[in-house]
């Protein structure tokens, strides 16, 4: 039941007296808030800018050798011969699809996930008057920003992007003449530096700036997501970093690192010195990668956590299993990163380990989704727009994390290793999964940010929209991948396919339904674009038009972060912050409210 | 509007916000060099012909002892501030950079001699043995081989090498770094001047001998490109050295900063140089694991 | 040493009065004592280190480990005493304990997953 609510509070003047003018409040500020927020906009302009060269693919892909219609002449005129004709050549493809991958995971779901919700919220849960390191702060976000520009100017140099895949494998990589693999590391190399100093500051701003009476078990659950992605970035990243730095040294110093002896490109022998290894790139590389997913998942569930238990009124099932499982995953994702090299020719015994230890990382993962799940029971469940995004990730989360068992499996990996059904399994953990957690996010915390509620009416038509796109996008690739058809085909499978003449006779020839099943995708795929334009609008014009919130605490949230000014000031909190409970008090019995803020002393008792 | 724990530890983790950043950051440098390490471990196993005896043990040697004296006086600049020494603080300190600068001055000189360090190999046998032979005299394929054999450790091997795959080490006439066959050739030289390596175990460099272009298979200086030998090298060394550099710069802004600091906030102070001070031990921590790795293994 | 009772504890907070008595002059002298003689056991170190590289030993995998045995001891004195790591307490152990494991086990698992192949795919023990 809800009782009074909180009066708006005027936010305090700041004790600064003299006025910072524009370029340092909001070009090269330090206030986490404000950082926050740059790395948001930035992040959706890369999220809706990744989007694109993926409609791009998929037209190629649905017909190929066909000019795009209004989009092909300004490729062409922007990229010139590779865009020849306004078709989008293979190697054109290539490089929207390796960087596709590069900037949905680098530049926008990282950057969104975890800098921009991590940087504005985390200060505020822990009570906390910036981060621990505000210049590093912007210094991270200026880095960020400078990794984005070289990866964006990447495409318009002579040869373009990068080519080979968002993973960069050697020696193709290496051997690509052209310089758009330079700018991809190079590009690299300030990404993840960004996210190492991030990284610094998550972790020293939760140890070390708590607020009083704010333990561990104390903490949302999204802090300790964030506290857990941190660590996983800061261990993670690093062997990336040093091999990039012998993939640049292999492609401007001319070394070996990643290219082996006998190595014959076109027909002639390359000049190299030898003595290197492919392999030793891909396990470098996986390293990060495979807990590079887990920073992307892991925010996305401490978002979903925060928005399920402020939307059924009751404390998160649970709290203890999903700290102690959030721990196990951030621990046990750094062993098994080679299930994406099931193919590389490893023998058994590895095989084996890196499979159980697979097997093993699935356990906390499914604990974590069933205490979201088993907190709806008994809840008061408010459907707005947060909502719905927050309870549609979990079971679309549910159908990516199942699909990734036969990966997860050796043998049956050999079958499914780079199909389509690895990039349905992926895209349904990432897109209708974590996607919809930060559009969950996003419509969450937009009235603390701006004052005002996003339209409820465009949300839900976004959200409807977005469901069932996602799932007629990526529900058939499943079945493509099971089929047998290959990833990363430029035409989109037309050679291998029965239609074909030249596969006359081949049992496994791909079948006109597959292909069919191609053209259907692409169209689900322009269907999602249009659904994303409500949320577009919805953005900008909530900012004027929406529906003022009635006071500092609109969704009656129990977390500090609610506990603020709206928008909270620069140093956050109007008085000092002490914390007596836990973070999910909501309908306590006996208490007149139906939540009871972290950090309310505890009411007199009743009568 | 303060944030809490800059200068004062916090009590329950007794830790300083900067000191638990510096630790951190650590932790993701040694997984940086870890990952170097791995690779280094990677391309010497699996390898066939890995050299010894290519970097100056000597001139290694007195660089650690110059590193570890480095170490000690950045710590004795911490201890001297926390005992209100100003002026001991800003002669450890200067110290402490001078050292710094002499050891990145060591490793130039060393690049140096590696840039214009050559190997050759020749097209076909007869040619190689013809070169030998002009090189070190009557028995020259002998002393070349015996070179080769030293180099690599193939005392016990029972794999064997034709004339044609083994390198005759030397110098080019006037020293210049990076020279490549594509270079020379495309400069239009014909031949080059090369004094090549003392024999085994003597210091009498031969006379140089003249070496027609059109008889090299390859020509490489002691350069990445050369063999993963000196790329990893090259790239473990080059990043230790872009630390030492960094850490020196940091160290210096904390020397000319002093005055100003010590006036301002000295307990500040003191913690701002233990942190420089932790990244600078660290930095002398990777060079500890990397010179007997490097130089000695 | 005199011992300073003036700062307050929290409750279950360990009452750790080494650390007051850090600013202590006598106690800074002890310690620059302690970081010269540290200094001494590296340069020894160093020089052993050298030493044994002119002492042929048979056994290539005995070579590799003692040096890094002495490099290890070389590492601990520089971390513990230098860097104050033996005064440091859980949380900073407990960030290195993390990142030393998973290094161990980049290391290790990469060799052994480019070491261990297939049946039927070695050419006279070596790959094919």
Redesign the interface.
Known sequence: MQATKTTHTEPAH??EHHDPGFLRSYVFSTDHKVIGIQYGFTALAFLFFGFLLMICMRWQMAKPGEAMPIVGKLLESLLGEVAKGGIISPDLYNAFGAMHGTIMVFLAIVPLAFAAFGNYVVPLQIG???M???R?NMVSYQCFAVGGVIMFVSFFIPGGAAQAGWTSYSPLATVIPTQGQTFWILGMVFLITSS?LG???F??TV???RAPGMTWMRLPFFTWVQFVTA?IL??????????S??QL?DKV?????FLPTGLVISGKPYD??G???P??WQ??FW?LGHPEVYVLILPAMGVVAEVIACNTRKPLWGYKSLVYSVLAVG?IS??VW?HH?YLT??????ST?FQTTTMIISIPSVIILTCLFMSLWGGSIRFNTPMLFALAFLPMFGIGGLTGLPLGFNFSDLHLHDSYYVIAHFHYVVAPGTIFALFAGVYFWYPKMTGRYMSETLGKIHFWGSLIAMNLVFMPMFFQGLYGMSRRMSDGGATYALANPANEGVVTALTQTVMKLNVFVTHAAFLLLIAQIPFIINVFMSMFNGKKVENDNPWDATTLDWQTPTPPP??NFTKEIIVYRGPYEYSVPGHPTDFTPQNMPDPKPAK | MEIPYTVKPRPDTGLYNAKLGIWLFLASEVMLFGGLFSAYILLRVSSDLWPHGMVSIPVGTFNTFVLIASSVTVVMSWASLKLGKLSAFKGYMAATIVCALGFLGVKSFEYYAKFTHYDVWFKDEATAKKYFTAAYGEKGEEATRKLFVERFHLHNTKATYDANQIQLTGHLFGNPMFATLKKLTSAKQETIQFTPDAPFGTHDHPKAIEVKLSDVQRLSAYVPAHSTYFAIYFTITALHGLHVLGGAIVLAYFLFTADHWWKKSPEQMANRVEVGGLFWHFVDLVWIFLFPIIYLL | MSHDHSHSHGPGEACDHGHDDHNSPEYIHKTIRKYLKVGGILFAGTILTVAMYYVHIPSVAATIAIALLIATVKAAFVAGVFMHLSDERKMIYSILLCTVCFLISLMGLTLWAMNDFPFFTLVDGKPF
């Open positions: 700041s004790h906390a008057v910036d621990a390191f505000p590093l190492l990284a610094v500051n972790i020293a140890i070390q700036l660590f800061l261990l993670a990243f690093p062997p990336l970093e040093a091999a730095v012998l040294m110093f001319g070394s070996s690192f190299i010195s003595g290197g290894s392999l030793l396990h470098l390293f621990f750094f062993i080679a090299m020719g490893m023998g058994t015994k590895i380990f620069h140093g």
